[in-house]
């Protein structure tokens, strides 16, 4: 197994120096970056180091950060803002918390560093109001951090800067850039239309910059040590470490919270965590939380990265990786996610609204010995058409568990459907009626 103890670069272990308090912050370099960004670097310069990091957002779309950045500093208007999205829809992931508790000012640092970058003069930190321990954490940094002029007017004595403004949550469509500004706005929490993006069209009409906390938090990182530096871990692809939540088989005990570079093995990141998913014991390993995908154990040596997940036909999503019994039926966990997921929903497209409703209808029957051959054509169908017609995230991937489960145990599904029985024995019935379904598409 690779050695990890360097991977750890916004994370806080136990053996760790506790560095919530500004004083203890500053002792392991703390606000360095953000000095030497004000007082010895342009905007531009900053962009490029992250650009060069190929730091890629940790929030699931893993777009280069940089980027879109850039199209942010370049929009031609005088206010612009950032918004850092500390939100963890999958309230199973412990990522944002854990990062929020543990290392507050590097998260703020970061967040001020992104509106140095893109012109930025106002801050929000969007995040769950369940995350108490989180909030309070963060509120007692932003204060040390306000009389030592490190947020605020006039940061450091320079002619920039930037207010930060705490926001809470709606539920788990939250997580979700456009629905942040429809909230923040006092709106109703419902995705936009894109384009015209947030970079160039977004709170108030004017250009922000949305990155997630643990994208954020990586970018003191990047201008403390060199971008070069935080490129040598992860891939070519993706700089640096991702904080991934691992839950072993049921009824083990609660999640493991770790830190990996980007490109590590599945199998290694479990083993870090000190799961063992042995063969006669597990059934798949799901990637990417509540619309994650399932994979069968011999896909262990995936790398763990944007690309490679999701041409196995999972996400990185919400960064959890979690173990299924061999007793669990796969049509029974589509079924089961897909419930979830309809009850999520924000209802506003009616492909994600109906959609998913419909294909857990059909689970439901299948699962109850009341499917028939042509409810296999009707999901694989609706598969596609709820992620194409969708116009956030959510509905995009909502289908993945679905797609997954079909991709690689269809025996589990043709055994309910032709022998009216359970590949594992452990299926009750929830139906009594079939659910009634049509084509959606010519």
Same mark, same amino acid.
């Given at each position: 197994?690779p050695?990890?103890?360097?991977?750890y670069? #916004?994370?806080r272990?136990?053996?760790?120096?506790d560095?919530r !308090?500004?004083a203890a912050y500053r002792s392991v370099?703390g606000y360095q970056?953000?000095e030497?960004a004000v007082?010895?670097?342009t905007? *531009?310069?900053?962009?490029e180091? #992250?650009?060069?990091?190929?730091l890629?957002?940790r929030?699931?779309?893993?777009r280069?950060?940089g980027?879109?950045w850039r199209i942010?500093?370049?929009?031609?208007?005088?206010q612009?803002?950032?918004?850092?999205n500390a939100?963890?829809a999958?309230?199973r992931s412990?990522?944002v918390?854990?990062?929020?508790?543990?290392?507050? +000012?590097q998260?703020?640092?970061?967040i001020v560093?992104?509106?140095y970058? #893109?012109?930025?003069?106002?801050?929000?930190l969007?995040t769950?109001s369940?995350? !108490?321990?989180?909030?309070?954490?963060v509120?007692?940094a932003?204060?040390?951090?306000?009389d030592a002029h490190?947020?605020? $007017?006039?940061?450091l004595?320079?002619n920039f800067?930037?207010?930060?403004?705490?926001?809470v949550?709606?539920?788990f469509?939250?997580?979700? %850039?456009t629905?942040?500004?429809?909230?923040?706005?006092? $709106?109703?929490?419902? @995705? *936009?239309?894109?384009p015209?993006?947030?970079?160039?069209y977004?709170?108030?009409?004017? /250009?922000?910059?949305?990155?997630?906390?643990?994208t954020?938090?990586?970018? @003191?990182?990047?201008?403390r040590?060199?971008?070069?530096?935080?490129?040598?871990?992860?891939t070519a692809?993706?700089?640096?470490?991702?904080i991934v939540?691992v839950?072993?088989v049921p009824p083990?005990?609660?999640?493991?919270?770790?830190?990996?570079p980007?490109g590590? /093995?599945?199998?290694?990141?479990?083993a870090?965590?000190?799961?063992? /998913?042995?063969?006669?014991?597990?059934?798949?390993?799901v990637?990417?939380?509540? %619309?994650?995908g399932a994979?069968p154990?011999s896909?262990?040596?995936?790398?763990y990265?944007?690309?490679?997940?999701?041409e196995?036909g999972?996400?990185?999503?919400?960064?959890?990786? *979690?173990?299924?019994?061999?007793n669990t039926?796969?049509?029974a966990?589509?079924m089961?996610?897909s419930?979830y997921?309809?009850n *999520?929903? &924000?209802g506003?497209c009616i492909? &994600?609204?109906l959609?998913?409703k419909?294909i857990?209808g059909?689970l439901?029957?299948?699962? !109850?010995?009341?499917?028939?051959n042509?409810?296999?054509?009707?999901?694989?169908?609706?598969? !596609?058409?709820?992620s194409?017609?969708s116009l956030c995230?959510?509905?995009v991937y909502a289908t993945t568990?679905l797609?997954?489960a079909r991709?690689y145990?269809p025996?589990?599904?043709?055994?309910h459907? $032709?022998?009216?029985?359970?590949?594992t024995?452990?299926c009750?019935?929830v139906?009594s009626?079939?659910?009634?379904t049509? +084509?959606?598409l010519?």
């Amino acid at each position: 197994m690779p050695d990890f103890s360097k991977s750890y670069r #916004v994370l806080r272990r136990l053996k760790d120096l506790d560095v919530r !308090s500004l004083a203890a912050y500053r002792s392991v370099g703390g606000y360095q970056a953000l000095e030497s960004a004000v007082r010895k670097q342009t905007p *531009e310069r900053v962009i490029e180091q #992250v650009l060069d990091a190929k730091l890629r957002g940790r929030g699931g779309a893993g777009r280069l950060t940089g980027e879109k950045w850039r199209i942010t500093r370049r929009a031609e208007d005088n206010q612009k803002y950032v918004i850092c999205n500390a939100y963890d829809a999958d309230s199973r992931s412990y990522a944002v918390r854990s990062l929020l508790a543990q290392n507050p +000012h590097q998260v703020i640092e970061g967040i001020v560093l992104a509106a140095y970058a #893109v012109g930025a003069s106002e801050a929000y930190l969007f995040t769950r109001s369940l995350f !108490s321990e989180g909030i309070a954490a963060v509120q007692a940094a932003l204060r040390e951090a306000i009389d030592a002029h490190l947020v605020g $007017r006039d940061i450091l004595g320079s002619n920039f800067s930037c207010t930060n403004v705490l926001a809470v949550d709606i539920g788990f469509m939250g997580g979700e %850039e456009t629905v942040q500004i429809a909230v923040i706005k006092g $709106r109703r929490g419902m @995705p *936009e239309q894109r384009p015209p993006f947030p970079a160039q069209y977004g709170l108030w009409d004017k /250009p922000t910059a949305i990155n997630s906390v643990e994208t954020l938090a990586n970018v @003191p990182v990047i201008l403390r040590e060199g971008a070069a530096t935080f490129a040598r871990v992860g891939t070519a692809l993706s700089g640096g470490t991702k904080i991934v939540t691992v839950y072993d088989v049921p009824p083990a005990s609660g999640p493991k919270v770790v830190e990996v570079p980007f490109g590590t /093995p599945l199998r290694d990141i479990l083993a870090h965590a000190g799961v063992d /998913p042995r063969k006669d014991e597990v059934r798949a390993v799901v990637v990417g939380g509540a %619309e994650g995908g399932a994979l069968p154990i011999s896909l262990l040596n995936t790398a763990y990265d944007f690309d490679p997940i999701e041409e196995a036909g999972a996400i990185v999503g919400s960064s959890i990786i *979690e173990l299924l019994p061999y007793n669990t039926c796969m049509v029974a966990w589509a079924m089961e996610r897909s419930r979830y997921l309809t009850n *999520e929903s &924000c209802g506003k497209c009616i492909p &994600c609204r109906l959609g998913v409703k419909r294909i857990t209808g059909i689970l439901e029957g299948v699962v !109850s010995d009341l499917g028939v051959n042509g409810d296999l054509d009707v999901l694989d169908e609706f598969g !596609s058409y709820v992620s194409n017609g969708s116009l956030c995230g959510f509905g995009v991937y909502a289908t993945t568990p679905l797609k997954s489960a079909r991709r690689y145990w269809p025996d589990h599904f043709t055994m309910h459907i $032709r022998e009216l029985q359970c590949p594992t024995g452990t299926c009750v019935p929830v139906r009594s009626h079939r659910f009634v379904t049509k +084509h959606v598409l010519p």
